[in-house]
């Protein structure tokens, strides 16, 4: 891999993974590849049924408060969604299709603004149907590839890796083979790819 390289392995439901995928799709340093998944059949591996911070209430209430001033220190927007955790299937299906072309930055920075700005329903194809539109692609024919057997089957097979990876938790970065877990260990990450 290219010392320039950061690979983020993100769940568009991720509070966290909503501060770096806006970061890192924003920044010009490194090359990002993407690597959208869903966190529910991890957490179900470990027996949880939901994310940890509706499973617990006092690490719920903290992390609000945290998200407010994680986005007040990046000058990122932020409203609380008024549902928590989304349904992330659709968004990243349609990601999957994106992984390698030039609009993948531009439409996941759109749907976790959806998601933790404007507190849209990123599960519906409409809400991710004009996204897509806002940044000139076919949304019909994307949405309708998105569902197709051959792309469902390729995002079993992400969180397949993802688990084979030991991934427990969204965002993670790799650059080469070392594991970065969280939002504050972007900058570590970053650093070792720019170095």
Request: charged share 20%; glycine share 6%; with cysteine.
């Amino acid at each position: 891999m290219p010392a320039s390289e950061i690979t983020c392995w993100f769940d568009f439901a991720s509070n966290y993974s909503y501060l770096s995928v806006l970061r890192l799709a924003r920044q010009k340093d490194v090359i990002v590849q993407w690597k959208p998944f869903l966190l529910g059949p991890i957490f179900q591996a470990q027996g949880w049924d939901n994310s940890p911070f509706v499973l617990q209430k006092d690490k719920g209430d903290y992390v609000w408060k945290d998200m407010a001033r994680e986005c007040a220190k990046y000058g990122l927007p932020w409203r609380q969604p008024s549902a928590f955790p989304r349904r992330s299937l659709l968004a990243a299906r349609v990601a999957l299709l994106g992984e390698h072309q030039p609009w993948m930055a531009e439409f996941c920075a759109r749907v976790m603004l959806a998601n933790f700005e404007h507190d849209e329903d990123i599960g519906s194809p409409e809400v991710i149907a004009a996204i897509l539109i806002g940044i000139g692609l076919d949304a019909a024919a994307l949405l309708t590839a998105a569902q197709s057997d051959d792309n469902k089957a390729r995002l079993r097979a992400r969180n397949d890796e993802a688990q084979a990876l030991h991934l427990f938790g969204a965002p993670t970065f790799f650059v080469g083979t070392e594991m970065y877990w969280g939002n504050d260990r972007l900058a570590d990450a970053l650093a070792l790819a720019t170095g």
